[in-house]
Nanobody
Framework: QVQLVESGGGLVQAGGSLRLSCAASISIFSIRPMAWYRQAPGKQRELVAI???????DYANSVKGRFTISEDGAKNTVNLQMNSLKPEDTAVYYC?????????WGQGTQVTVSS
């Protein structure tokens, strides 16, 4: 059983920055790909950023150039640095991982960007 715990959400003004962290209960290298998703009220959950099995990173077009996903193997964490935040980035952000083909989710962390 993989446990994922997100932290770092909060309220920030437009143009500001936040850093989200996802702590995994086991080695992050065994549960790749790891990703960040988000879900805004009334909308479907969408992929924001991902680290693939090979360690390559990819981003949703809406966040390219503003968000950076990274991993810390020593701490078993995957982080999401979010810069130049916009009101449309407001959502609950979820960490996602896979093991044995099964998806695992964290509980989510709220990010609110005020205009």
């Amino acid at each position: 059983q993989v446990q994922l715990v997100e932290s770092g959400g909060g309220l920030v003004q437009a143009g500001g920055s936040l850093r989200l962290s996802c702590a995994a209960s086991i080695s992050i290298f065994s549960i790749r790909p790891m990703a960040w998703y988000r879900q805004a009220p009334g909308k479907q959950r969408e992929l924001v950023a991902i680290i693939t099995n090979s360690g390559r990173t990819d981003y949703a077009n809406s966040v390219k150039g503003r968000f950076t996903i990274s991993e810390d193997g020593a701490k078993n964490t995957v982080n999401l640095q979010m810069n130049s935040l916009k009101p449309e980035d407001t959502a609950v952000y979820y960490c996602n991982a896979r093991q044995g083909g099964l998806p695992y989710w964290g509980q989510g962390t709220q990010v609110t960007v005020s205009s």
